[in-house]
């Protein structure tokens, strides 16, 4: 089994700063791509950004350029910093990722809890 655990969510002004950290523990041989999701009431989980096992990132149009998804495979780690936050980013963020237990496993992906950003303005 593996744990996801968000942390680094809180209350944010306008043009403000905030860094989100994930960390997956467990039963992993590999990671592959690792995700950040945001969803705020009534509405679908929508792709933030995305960094597969070889470093190629991708981002949803409203926060390209301002958010950076980065990893530490050391660490079993995926850290978002936002930058130049704005009211519409506020959400509650989700950390995904796809992991395989051992060689020649199935690849599981598996979700964190998620962790409230308020970006007031």
């Known amino acids: 089994q593996v744990q996801v655990v968000e942390s680094g969510g809180g209350l944010v002004q306008s043009g403000g700063s905030l860094r989100l950290s994930c960390a997956a523990s467990g039963t992993i041989f590999r990671i592959n791509v690792m995700e950040w999701y945001r969803q705020t009431p009534g509405n679908e989980r929508e792709l933030v950004a995305r960094?597969?096992?070889?470093?190629?990132?991708n981002y949803a149009d409203n926060v390209n350029g301002r958010f950076t998804i980065s990893r530490d495979d050391t660490k079993k780690t995926v850290d978002l910093q936002m930058n130049t936050l704005k009211p519409e980013d506020t959400a509650v963020y989700y950390c995904?990722?796809?992991?395989?237990?051992?060689?020649?496993?199935?690849?599981?992906?598996?979700w964190g809890q998620g962790t409230q950003v308020t970006v007031s303005s």
């Open positions: 960094i597969t096992g070889g470093g190629s990132t």
């Open positions: 995904h990722v796809y992991t395989m237990a051992h060689w020649g496993f199935p690849e599981v992906d598996y």
